[in-house]
T-cell receptor
Framework: NAGVTQTPKFRVLKTGQSMTLLCAQD?????MYWYRQDPGMGLRLIHY???????AKGEVPDGYNVSRLKKQNFLLGLESAAPSQTSVYFC???????????????FGPGTRLTVL | GQSLEQPSEVTAVEGAIVQINCTYQ??????LSWYQQHDGGAPTFLSY????GLEETGRFSSFLSRSDSYGYLLLQELQMKDSASYFC???????????FGTGTRLQVTL
């Protein structure tokens, strides 16, 4: 199993350009998440999905859109990139809670995005 | 709002024990998780406490007190490879969403 994969690993954009980050998981997880992490900071939730065809806003959704057309994929789009979106983006997935005991999230390796 | 506070940095000697504290203030709380992140790497899950008390997993233990809105991660027999950032994260229940603290950078020295 590859777990959670993200493409691309690195990207440099100019202000105003658009791009899509792809996240894929092969663990048949229901829940998927997109986070951003800025230097010296914790992770902040951008958007999440509780299943195929569903998306919801997280803590910092402005400037981003997402889609989950297939259960295994979760796409994050930046329509018009801004320097404030320079960050490391992590995707994660999680199975449905089992008895409320463990809610482990499995993270991808991250995408390092720079917006000039 | 949601907030989790933890110390920004901790330094300890190899072989020692270190405790990383986390206090939280969240609306809706189901449990507290801990994640480890090495520089340039992805966060990896360490532990989850849904109930008050101590959970032990090898050299790592995690504690939760709901009445005090407080938890900690205890690392024993520190090794150089434990040098990393450690994040506490509150499970707010909906879709197992997590709200992360800003992280504690642990430096293990000889």
């Amino acid at each position: 199993n590859a777990g959670v994969t993200q493409t691309p690993k690195f990207r440099v954009l100019k202000t105003g350009q658009s791009m899509t980050l792809l996240c894929a998981q092969d663990m048949n997880h229901e829940y998927m998440y997109w986070y951003r992490q800025d230097p010296g900071m914790g992770l902040r939730l951008i958007h999440y999905s509780v299943g195929e065809g569903t998306t919801a806003k997280g803590e910092v959704p402005d400037g981003y859109n997402v889609s989950r057309l297939k259960k295994q994929n979760f796409l994050l789009g930046l329509e018009s990139a801004a320097p404030s979106q320079t960050s490391v983006y992590f995707c994660a997935s999680s199975p449905l809670p089992s008895g409320g005991v463990n809610n482990e999230q499995f993270f991808g390796p991250g995408t390092r995005l720079t917006v000039l | 709002g949601q907030s989790l506070e933890q110390p920004s940095e901790v330094t300890a000697v190899e072989g020692a024990i270190v405790q990383i504290n986390c206090t939280y203030q969240t609306s809706g709380f189901y449990g507290l998780s801990w994640y480890q992140q090495h520089d340039g790497g992805a966060p990896t899950f360490l532990s989850y406490n849904a109930l008050d008390g101590l959970e032990e997993t090898g050299r790592f233990s995690s504690f939760l007190s709901r009445s005090d809105s407080y938890g900690y991660l205890l690392l024993q027999e520190l090794q150089m490879k434990d040098s990393a950032s450690y994040f506490c994260a509150a499970d707010t229940g909906t879709a197992s969403k997590l709200t992360f603290g800003t992280g504690t950078r642990l430096q293990v020295t000889l």
